[in-house]
């Protein structure tokens, strides 16, 4: 029986051609391209902060085989800076807020937030918290996140960001 499978995929604008183990998740196979964004902390899909953006859908890292990654886009946190390093506007509205205390799982946040903002231009208050129903910050930043939401998306509103 043959345990590996060779995969073709997008990795933040890059053609990856590699070869997976098929007992290997999403977030393993990113740490092995020494992406450290995202991260696996429950291994159940219940906290976010594992959350990559496929296909441009938001989905729990750690749980999705990385030979399913076949065929497709994948975008972590490490995307949103541009060549120059500058942050992205999601990323400085976290900054800005002091949207994260330990930052475990602010990229989970900045890619949900991502997510949101690209279905949901101008969300409510309770529109965001809905949205964040399946990421957890221990730290108890949640206050601080809305407004950085909030933030980013008027900073995407403007003509020039984004």
């Known amino acids: 029986m043959n345990n590996s499978k060779s995969i073709r995929f997008q990795l933040n604008g ?11 998740n999403v977030i393993e196979l990113l740490n092995q391209f020494q992406l450290k964004g995202a991260r696996e902390s429950c291994g159940q899909g219940l906290c976010g902060a594992c959350t990559v953006l496929v296909d441009d859908l938001a989905v729990s890292g750690c749980l999705m085989p990385a030979v399913m990654l076949d065929g ?3 975008e972590t946190a490490e995307s949103l ?13 976290f900054v800005d807020h002091g949207a994260f ?18 279905l949901n231009p101008n969300p ?23 407004t950085a939401v909030k933030q980013a998306a008027q900073s995407r509103q403007q003509p020039s960001a984004l």
């Open 14 to 24: 890059q053609t990856i051609s590699t070869v997976v183990e098929n007992h290997i």
């Open 72 to 74: 497709k886009s994948v």
């Open 81 to 93: 800076s541009g060549l120059n390093e500058s942050l992205h506007p999601i990323q400085q509205a």
């Open 101 to 118: 205390q330990c930052g475990f799982c602010t990229p989970g946040f900045i890619m949900m937030t991502k997510h949101l903002l690209d």
């Open 124 to 146: 409510t208050d309770d529109e965001i918290r809905d949205f964040f129903a399946g990421n957890l910050c221990r730290c108890g930043t949640y206050p601080e996140i809305i």
